[in-house]
């Protein structure tokens, strides 16, 4: 925050202000420092920002660690941003999705820590895309909203899409990303602003009214992806790497992931071979890359099986093209329907 050595270097003029430098020295970033009309949030990247700026309003001051355009899973905290989490009245994270992030918490905001993770189980890494080792038949699984079933709807088993890469930070076992679930996000909304009443029992009303004004959003988001994916010619999506089992699971998609939960991984060439064979297999005509990864390897597939590609975001950061997550959604929405020829 921009008065971070403010104090400091105005304590030289007098000793009022020495004082004064004294004691914002303490909490550099703190509230007392920054606004004492405000909760100090920090966020651990963009959909928790999206989260704590809907919910808290006027009433918070929301900080991302991460900057428009940068990968989230590749963050490292400079010392600057270390003492923002230590000052913070409350920290919304992801256990588990940045260890850099966890290490700093467990050490310094562990009482003011709200690990979105706890709100829900997290779903298994292979759930949502191809895998193996699930037998699971028909639509056993089917809609469940907020449970846990596995996706495999058409009853065959699949080859993996799911993270096999056991030191990546969710262990290989769990999936991260819930928000493109809106009504899971809605969920964690509610629990924050919860959260937030408790840093700030004053104006705990407001902060569940804007929960609930934002979870009407929400739902209105989730009944145009029901609707808008209903019927589609297709219901396999091809994805650079499997961030997408919860959407998948809640519209009845299924996605062949190139590579796992983490983007960076290369994947080996028989996999390239299988991805390739999958989408011929299910006339893909699209092959999807994020906006924060290279698009190289999709752009090898798509050129392979003659298909073209386009950008499917996982939000796990805004671009620096802008928008908000509601938008972003609604065009991955637009995206999906022109890709699996919904009518």
């Not at 009303?205 to 989730?222: F, H, P, Q, S, W």
């Not at 999506?237 to 961030?243: D, E, N, R």
Request: charged share 25%; aromatic share 4%.
């Amino acid at each position: 925050m921009n008065i971070r050595t403010a104090p400091r270097t105005l304590a030289v003029a007098t000793t009022a202000l020495l004082a004064l430098g004294g004691v914002t020295a303490c909490s550099d970033d703190g509230p007392a420092g920054a606004d004492p009309q405000r909760v100090d949030v920090v966020a651990a990247f963009y959909p928790l920002q999206f989260l704590a700026e809907r919910i808290g309003g006027d009433a918070v001051k929301v900080s991302n660690l991460v900057k428009p355009g940068a990968e989230p899973h590749d963050l490292e905290l400079n010392p600057g941003q270390v003492g923002q989490v230590a000052e913070a009245e409350l920290v919304v994270l992801l256990k588990g999705f940045q260890p850099a992030l966890d290490e700093a918490v467990e050490q310094n905001a562990k009482d003011r820590a709200f690990d979105v993770s706890t709100v829900q189980p997290l779903m298994d890494a292979a759930a949502g895309g191809h895998d193996h080792d699930h037998d699971h038949e028909g639509e056993e699984h089917a809609h469940e909203g907020e449970e846990h079933a596995h996706p495999e709807e058409s009853g065959k088993p699949k080859e993996s899409g799911k993270a096999e890469e056991p030191g990546h930070e969710e262990g290989g076992t769990k999936d991260p990303h819930l928000w493109l679930d809106p009504t899971r996000l809605a969920t964690v909304g509610d629990k924050l602003a919860e959260r937030l009443g408790r840093a700030d029992p004053g104006r705990a009303a407001d902060y569940t009214a804007r929960a609930g004004a934002l979870r009407a959003e929400l739902e209105k988001l989730d009944a145009e992806f029901t609707a808008g994916l209903k019927t589609c010619q297709r219901r396999e999506i091809v994805v650079s790497h499997t961030a997408f089992g919860y959407l998948t699971e809640r519209y009845k998609l299924e996605q062949i992931g190139i590579s796992g939960l983490s983007p960076e991984n290369e994947p080996a060439p028989q996999r390239l071979a299988e991805v390739a064979r999958e989408a011929r297999e299910h006339k893909a005509t699209t092959i999807f890359f994020e906006t924060l990864v290279s698009p190289k390897v999709a752009e090898t597939i798509a050129a392979e099986v003659g298909a073209k590609t386009a950008v499917l975001d996982p939000l796990e950061g805004l671009s620096t093209d802008g928008g908000d997550y509601l938008s972003v959604m609604r065009a991955n929405l637009a995206t999906l329907r022109t890709a699996l020829s919904c009518s």
